[in-house]
């Protein structure tokens, strides 16, 4: 049986079709990660806490891999986040597999273990900082 050859403006027009949906796709999460980042720092100095974070290689384009966006916002609450020891920096990351916005904060534990909590903006926000955050995730 002959195979049906594929027009080649077809093949061009889905593949930068695919190449913009990833890529939009991508920065949005970069840019969900980037305003939490801001609400971190703001929370944070409320409390006198200078809240530094980072986001290495954002702007690249990614696929979630394993229900996560690969994408790391790394936040320190004791200085500039190229300055400190990695296991003193947060790492948060936005799931993917999630019908509402939630993040996945990973910490080194002072046993040595990882931890891990997954939250809301305002949750994620409350954990890292300790600040009292006067509204909820579920609040509209």
């Given at each position: 049986?002959a195979?049906?050859?594929?027009?080649?403006?077809?093949?061009?027009?889905?593949?930068?079709?695919?190449?913009?949906?990833?890529?939009?796709?991508?920065?949005?999460?970069?840019?969900?990660?980037?305003?939490?980042?801001?609400?971190?720092?703001d929370?944070s100095?409320?409390?006198?806490?200078?809240?530094?974070?980072?986001?290495?290689?954002?702007?690249?384009?990614?696929d979630p891999a394993?229900?996560v966006?690969?994408?790391e916002?790394?936040?320190?609450?004791?200085?500039?986040?190229?300055?400190?020891?990695?296991?003193e920096?947060?790492?948060?990351?936005l799931?993917?597999?999630?019908?509402?916005?939630?993040?996945?904060v990973?910490?080194?534990?002072?046993d040595?273990?990882?931890?891990?909590?997954?939250?809301?903006?305002?949750?994620?926000?409350?954990?890292?900082?300790?600040?009292e955050i006067?509204?909820?995730?579920?609040?509209e």
């Amino acid at each position: 049986m002959a195979q049906q050859k594929t027009n080649p403006k077809l093949e061009q027009a889905l593949t930068r079709g695919d190449l913009a949906i990833r890529q939009a796709n991508s920065a949005r999460a970069t840019a969900v990660l980037r305003a939490l980042g801001k609400m971190i720092v703001d929370a944070s100095a409320t409390i006198g806490v200078d809240a530094s974070t980072s986001i290495p290689d954002g702007d690249r384009i990614y696929d979630p891999a394993d229900g996560v966006w690969p994408q790391e916002l790394l936040v320190s609450l004791d200085g500039p986040v190229e300055e400190m020891d990695p296991e003193e920096v947060r790492t948060i990351r936005l799931l993917a597999d999630t019908a509402v916005t939630t993040f996945r904060v990973e910490w080194h534990r002072a046993d040595g273990k990882l931890g891990r909590q997954d939250g809301g903006p305002f949750a994620t926000v409350a954990f890292v900082t300790d600040v009292e955050i006067p509204w909820g995730d579920d609040e509209e």
